[in-house]
């Protein structure tokens, strides 16, 4: 497991943490790596996941191998409940236009409440 990824738990809830803090470019491709893999080998058909992207930004073939993860993960039957930490209001804002499938937290605290009750 990468230093980067790591099951935590919150009111006896197990929630992967995918810390992609000050990451840049195409240096999310091992953590994205590393989530996937942990992911899978969890034996779980729902994961919940908190990713936090602070002082992070994606280039366009991390954000390729990102969704292609994504892909694999349902390929398997998987059902990922994923909340993001660490955007900024504008990034958030955009985010949200896109995406609907993810709870944007205003920190980690609220991403592990939001978790445990979805």
Do not use: P
């Amino acid at each position: 497991m990468s230093d980067r990824v790591k099951w935590v738990e919150s009111n006896g809830t197990e929630i992967l943490f995918c810390d992609y803090r000050g990451l840049k470019g195409d240096e999310h491709a091992e953590a994205i790596e590393a989530q996937e893999n942990e992911i899978l080998n969890h034996k779980s058909d729902f994961v919940r996941v908190v990713i936090d992207m602070y002082d992070s930004n994606m280039s366009d073939s991390s954000m390729q191998k990102a969704d292609e993860s994504q892909a694999r993960i349902k390929d398997q039957g998987i059902q990922v409940a994923l909340s993001v930490i660490g955007l900024g209001r504008i990034q958030r804002t955009l985010a949200q236009a896109f995406r609907k499938d993810i709870y944007f937290a205003k920190d980690f605290d609220d991403a592990k409440q939001w978790l445990v009750n979805n």
